[in-house]
């Protein structure tokens, strides 16, 4: 496909487009967000692989969460004449195919987080597949969680249910995870593990209280530990209506 460099209106980002599609309208904090909230319900993950194409605002939240180790992969290589803000953290970023970088073996994740990328028509047939959830399945923890977004204004809901209905192949529990009620950019979170959530209000209030620039970020759209709990849908039975 063919990259450019655009400029969003509305938040005045520079973003990758790929053949014409870019991420119009989700904000930094938004990006933000997308990192924060799926390591907050893990509680305690310390090694983080991070997929995201954005500016690096995903690598400094995920760093915010108190992680000690963490991979960030970007799907598409940025041209080294453009300006973009220092790397956060210890590690360069790594440009590459997710299938490939999760068919090497390494040390298992705590999570593994992928945001919205521009891919959108064949994101679901390369990332939303049994063969790989399956291989995410393997690189993770047993404790560990994957949360893989999808950006509603992109993806066609079928495609959705077909993401779904794969993640429950692959894992004994899928979860859905919204960003926030009101945002402009609705996007929800495929959420997996092989251990059930359990999610204690109270506990995410402390979490938030001990990282605080979690604890702003979320605070500024309203969001406490009892809200966070309540973004999540973890009915199985609704989940395989909808799926």
């Known amino acids: 496909g063919t990259l450019a460099s655009v400029r969003d209106p509305a938040t005045g980002q520079q973003l990758l487009a790929l053949d014409g599609r870019a991420p119009f309208g989700r904000s930094a904090p938004q990006v933000r967000r997308m990192a924060h ?4 319900l893990h509680g305690d993950a310390e090694r983080v692989l991070l997929v995201s194409a954005d500016r690096g605002e995903s690598a400094a939240a995920a760093w915010a969460s108190g992680c000690t180790t963490l991979h960030w992969l970007q799907p598409f290589a940025r041209p080294p004449e453009w300006d973009f803000p220092p790397v956060s953290g210890h590690d360069p970023p790594t440009t ?84 926030h009620p009101r945002t402009r950019r609705a996007c929800v979170g495929v959420l997996c593990s092989s251990r059930p959530l359990l999610l204690d209000p109270a506990d995410l209030d402390a979490d938030l209280a001990g990282h605080v620039p979690v604890g702003d970020d979320l605070a500024a759209v309203g969001l406490d530990g009892f809200a966070v709990a309540s973004l999540l849908a973890m009915d199985r039975g609704l989940l395989e209506l909808f799926a």
């Open 37 to 40: 909230l799926p390591l907050l």
């Open 96 to 179: 590459g195919s997710e299938r490939q970088f999760l068919a090497v073996e390494r040390e298992p994740y705590d999570a593994i987080v992928l945001l919205p990328d521009p891919r959108a028509a064949t994101r679901g047939a390369l990332l939303g597949t049994v063969e790989f959830f399956r291989l995410a399945h393997a690189r993770l923890q047993p404790d560990g969680l994957l949360c893989q977004w999808w950006d509603l204004a992109d993806t066609d809901i079928s495609d959705v249910k077909s993401v779904l209905a794969a993640a429950q192949h692959a894992f004994p529990f899928v979860h859905l995870l919204t960003d």
